[in-house]
């Protein structure tokens, strides 16, 4: 264990140090129990980067009560306070076990359907997401609609039994897996943009719709375009009141406020630990003024990890007084995507050759997964709102600057 004053820094309880001990105690042996026994039966397939494997754990949880952590009872969930769901949320992320592949289903479509669904919509779609046998996916986002979504040109047009769905969706996480997706749509042209849209259930597994992964950088393909070309959604679908989507597709963003960026923030720290060591392991006595230059870099991203917990404490603690989402959020997301960036670049920095031939999970795990939590955090600064957009929303909103031209 490295003792340098420099690169001091404790590992665990990052977000509620002593905090909510009996529970966190119980539910760190399950994790731990089972996170290891799991990785035990898939023997050299147990990639965390591989969605087989992360869809065979979420799967794993699901079926062993896992789930649902805030849903009321009646609707088999366990109705725990946002507490302790982060609390689960950290001590999952500490046991290393990896992101499921159906968080759009258990994060934002579950509660949404708990807030705004009607009961038969209820009893309809949240068994599926408990169960995790229905995976779900979001179809915001088109290729003239990202940052100004409401821009967006997919047309539902109503029939005898509820809509005939045509457009173009693009970058729709997990779309190739997906058997449902919740989409935002036009039901009228003549309404002002945010006025006009609809949000509405869609089951992928039709004739009308068409997906087609895209490659990414990490060589995956985890988002794809997805094509609906008179793709049929039942009026029983339609969630809310027809044209009030924006509304409800706003309210659906904020409900992973306060466990969102938990497990993202164990990660960093992970990752800095092991940075850590690195540099502890090159430092040779006589030789400080070769890595104090890496100390200094290191001690930054140390810095940075403590205030984004910090910023997480205060995001949880709003949100647990019930607090509307604010825009401090943006600053949480520009924090962490830009500082993982550079914590990601100092990492493959430190692994030099390590990185350009970790190729090959089996022989060197380390670099494999550096390099692919490097190339994947690109998308960190653009998914769910650009930095820029950010920036533009602390600058308006936060500093109450006036808004750009
Ligand atoms: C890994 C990943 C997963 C995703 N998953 C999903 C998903 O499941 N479902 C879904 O619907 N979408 C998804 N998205 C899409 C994501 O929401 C959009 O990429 C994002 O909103 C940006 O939109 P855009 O890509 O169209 O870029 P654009 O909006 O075209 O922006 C292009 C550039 O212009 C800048 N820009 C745009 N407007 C402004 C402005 N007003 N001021 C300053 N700069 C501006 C942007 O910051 C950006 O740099 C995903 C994206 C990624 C990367």
Not at 133 to 155: F, H, K, M, N
Not at 176 to 202: I, K
Not at 252 to 274: C, D, K, N, W
Not at 292 to 297: G, Q
Request: net charge negative.
């Amino acid at each position: 264990m490295n003792t340098q004053p420099g690169l001091a820094c404790s590992q665990k309880d990052i977000l509620f140090p002593d905090d909510d001990d009996e529970f966190r105690v119980i539910v760190r042996e399950w994790l731990t129990a089972h996170y290891t026994l799991f990785k035990v039966q898939w023997g050299d397939q147990a990639d965390p980067r591989s969605l087989v494997f992360r869809r065979g754990w979420e799967d794993h949880l699901c079926s062993n009560g896992m789930a649902g952590l805030g849903w009321p009872e009646q609707y088999g969930g366990h109705a725990l306070d946002l507490r302790r769901q982060a609390v689960f949320h950290e001590e999952h992320a500490l046991c290393g076990a990896p992101l499921g592949i159906n968080l759009i289903g258990h994060g934002i479509l579950a509660p949404t359907l708990l807030h705004f669904g009607t009961e038969a919509q209820k009893r309809s779609h949240l068994p599926g997401i408990l169960s995790n046998q229905v995976i779900w996916c979001q179809g915001y986002s088109e290729p003239g609609a990202g940052s100004d979504l409401a821009a967006l040109r997919t047309r539902a047009e109503a029939t005898a039994t509820g809509y005939r769905l045509n457009g173009h969706k693009i970058w729709t996480s997990f779309a190739d897996q997906a058997d449902w997706c919740f989409v935002l749509a036009r039901t009228d042209l003549n309404a002002p943009r945010h006025r006009g849209l609809s949000f509405m259930l869609v089951n992928m597994r039709q004739p009308g719709v068409r997906v087609s992964p895209i490659r990414q950088l990490t060589g995956e393909a985890e988002f794809c375009e997805v094509f609906f070309d008179n793709a049929e959604v039942r009026r029983e679908d339609l969630v809310g009141e027809e044209n009030q989507g924006w509304k409800i597709a706003m309210a659906a963003a904020s409900y992973e406020r306060g466990t969102y960026f938990i497990p993202r923030l164990v990660r960093f720290h992970q990752e800095l630990m092991q940075i850590r060591q690195w540099i502890a392991d090159r430092q040779q006595p006589g030789e400080h003024a070769q890595t104090s230059s890496l100390v200094r870099r290191w001690s930054r991203l140390a810095v940075d990890s403590h205030v984004l917990a910090l910023k997480s404490r205060r995001a949880l603690a709003s949100a647990v007084s019930g607090e509307p989402p604010g825009p401090l959020g943006s600053s949480t997301k520009v924090h962490w995507s830009e500082a993982h960036q550079t914590l990601l670049a100092l990492a493959l920095e430190l692994l030099g050759s390590r990185a350009c031939l970790s190729a090959s999970f089996a022989d060197d795990e380390e670099a494999a997964l550096f390099t692919h939590a490097f190339l994947w955090s690109k998308a960190e600064t653009i998914l769910a709102g650009t930095s820029e957009i950010q920036r533009n929303i602390i600058a308006e909103k936060v500093l109450g600057l006036p808004k750009g031209a």
